[in-house]
Structures are given as C-alpha cells and as structure tokens.
C-alpha cells in the first residue's frame, strides 16, 4: 500500500520533498520487514529490533527526518500499559501546577492524552510534524518507542530534552494489554484468546515489544544518563506517589517550595492524579476517542492495580513469564521487584 493512503489528513497537507522522501522510505522498507500477527490490528513488523505497527513505523521514521527537539520538550516514554496515562496527569499538574486551580483543573475536564501529545499519534494524523511544531514550549509529549528509535537528535548530548519513563511488571502489563486489545478488535472477531496472546507476549511480539528490550534501553539510558532519564516503576509510585511526584520535579528541575511543602500541593497533585479521582471524572467515564478507533477513554482506567495477573495468569504461565525476565535481565542491574 502506497504511504499517501495511510496518512488520513494528506489532503490538508502539502508535502514537500522532504516528506515525500520519508513517505517514499516507509514504502520500500515496509514489504521488506518480517510481520508477525498483531493483537488487534493486522500486522506488526520487525523494525530494528522492535515489533511495530504501521503506524508507530511511520512515526518512527518521520520523526526522525522531521522533528526538531527543544531543550525545554519533556517526553513521557511507556511501553503500552505500563501507566501511560498516570504519568501523563503526574508530568503535566507537576510542571503546570503554577497556572491552575485544582478545584478547576484541566484533568478534570479532559483526557491526559489531550494534555500531553501522542508524538508518533499526532505526526500520523497530520502526516508530518506541524502540529508538534506549533505547540508552545515547553512541549509535554508522549511516547511508545524504544530508546534505540527515538531520534538521536533527541537522546543524544546536544539535546537537553528530558525523558521520564515508567515499566511495570510485565505479568500485569501483559494482562493489561490482553483486556485493551480484546477492546480494540473488530466486532466480527473473536476475542483474542488469553493463550494466544501470552504466547506472542512471551516471544517477544507485541506492540512495542520485546517489552524486555524496550524497559532495558531506558534503564541503560538512565543509568548512562541520569540527567536525561529519570525511571520509574508504576509499583514504585503506587507504594510511595509523594515521593515519586517530588522525584519527577526535582528531575525536570521545578522542585517543591517549602512552602508548597506546607501547603501539601504534593498530596494535592497524588489525589488528583489518583486512579479513584481520574476514572469517576466525566470525560474519562463517557467520551469515545476521535481517533476513529473503536476505544473510549474509559477503556484507559480499568482496575489500575498492582498483581491483578493472579487473576488471570496460570501459575505455571506466571512461571513461565517470570523465568523470561530474570533471564532478559539477568546481569543488567534491574529487577522488578
Ligand atoms: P497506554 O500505554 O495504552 O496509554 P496506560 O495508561 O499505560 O495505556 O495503561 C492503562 C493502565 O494504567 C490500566 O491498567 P490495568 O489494565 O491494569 O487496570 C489502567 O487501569 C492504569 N491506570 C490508568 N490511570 C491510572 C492511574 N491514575 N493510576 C494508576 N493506574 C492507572
């Protein structure tokens, strides 16, 4: 298929050469990638190392022709459902928390997604970088590409924009994807069985994945540079979200006044960020996404806790899973624990 159909809002756009040329790029290399069935959409392919959808693909490769970083852009990175949307809330109240009224904030009346932008979602929409480049700095984004694909221009030393990411147990992350992607498929299939699914998980071939691969290039990048990683665990910041909040403030250096301290603008931001807060919020129970998927923003807060796998998992499956982290991580320094 010709890149031009992909990019659904091409006929508000007039590519130049240079876009042309990715679009060009993305055509010759697509039918050269080994696929591997997707969860809910067609296909996925291996791209330099990682399994990606056509779509993350292409974002992929026009944001590394077409952005251009600034030293102030601050990047949520996640693999999928590792708390993506958590983060999100955490990063924008944190840096925004100068500008709005938590009794009248923005989180209450939209999505994180609105807040803080989908990189690789937004350059496919628009077929190009326009959007990005017309939002004011300091630009809060978001993204699921590995390390390793995310623009050199980005994670090199030149670049001063910083990235925060977050993993989660991969028993939980597995499950989560599992109930999102049964979501997502079209009406006329069937679900995707549980074994199915744990299966391609397991082998590394899941959006983003391997997800192993994807936790270990940011933890090496925050080890190698802890200025511009900062890692984090979602059971970490379910156990203590105080401290994680004032961890990514220190980072992204706007930590807390005494006087915020005493004000508890800290706990101000963990309950308004909180799972029970963010889900009984109207746009989160009700709105459907206009990304002309078949998701709404509810599908976005499902139980958000940690260990639910034990619900779902086998014990010998959650063995089995176990016995591949500590093998993919074995020597690294890293644990999940
Ligand atoms: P994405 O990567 O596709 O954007 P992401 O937000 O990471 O999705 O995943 C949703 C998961 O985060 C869900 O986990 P679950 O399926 O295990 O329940 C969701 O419930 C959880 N989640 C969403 N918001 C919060 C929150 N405020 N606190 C804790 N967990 C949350």
Not at 12 to 30: A, N
Not at 158 to 169: L, N
Not at 197 to 223: E, I, N, T
Request: charged share 25%; aromatic share 14%; glycine share 4%.
């Amino acid at each position: 298929m010709e890149a031009s159909k992909f990019f659904s809002r091409m006929e508000e756009f007039e590519p130049d050469e240079g876009y042309q040329k990715t679009y060009r790029s993305f055509d010759e290399v697509l039918p050269s990638l080994p696929p591997s069935k997707g969860w809910w959409l067609d296909q996925l392919f291996h791209y330099q190392g990682f399994w990606l959808s056509t779509f993350a693909l292409r974002g992929s490769m026009l944001l590394n022709d077409h952005f251009k970083p600034r030293p102030t852009d601050i990047i949520v990175a996640t693999s999928p459902k590792c708390g993506t949307t958590w983060l999100r809330a955490l990063v924008f109240s944190i840096v925004n928390r100068h500008s709005f009224d938590f009794s009248d904030h923005p989180l209450s009346k939209m999505n994180p997604q609105e807040l803080v932008f989908f990189l690789e979602g937004a350059i496919y929409i628009d077929g190009s970088t326009s959007f990005i480049d017309g939002l004011p700095s300091p630009r809060l984004l978001s993204t699921h590409l590995p390390y390793s694909l995310v623009p050199k221009s980005m994670t090199d030393d030149t670049s001063d924009c910083r990235f925060v990411y977050i993993c989660r147990d991969p028993k939980d992350v597995f499950i989560s994807k599992w109930h999102f992607a049964n979501k997502l498929r079209a009406k006329d299939l069937p679900p995707i069985a549980l074994e199915e699914a744990f299966d391609s998980f397991c082998k590394g071939a899941s959006h983003y994945g391997p997800f192993w691969d994807h936790v270990l290039g940011y933890w090496k990048a925050s080890l190698e540079s802890p200025k511009k990683v900062l890692f984090l665990k979602y059971e970490d910041v379910k156990k203590q979200p105080s401290d994680c909040v004032r961890k990514v403030a220190e980072f992204l250096e706007v930590p807390f006044s005494p006087e915020e301290e005493s004000k508890e603008i800290v706990e101000e931001i963990v309950k308004l960020c909180s799972f029970e807060n963010m889900s009984n919020q109207e746009v989160n129970k009700n709105a459907t996404r206009n990304s002309g998927r078949p998701i709404s923003n509810s599908d976005f807060f499902r139980k958000g806790e940690v260990g639910d796998w034990v619900n779902h998992l086998s014990p010998q499956m959650a063995e089995a899973l176990d016995q591949i982290t500590e093998q993919k991580l074995q020597g690294t320094g890293f644990n999940f624990r």
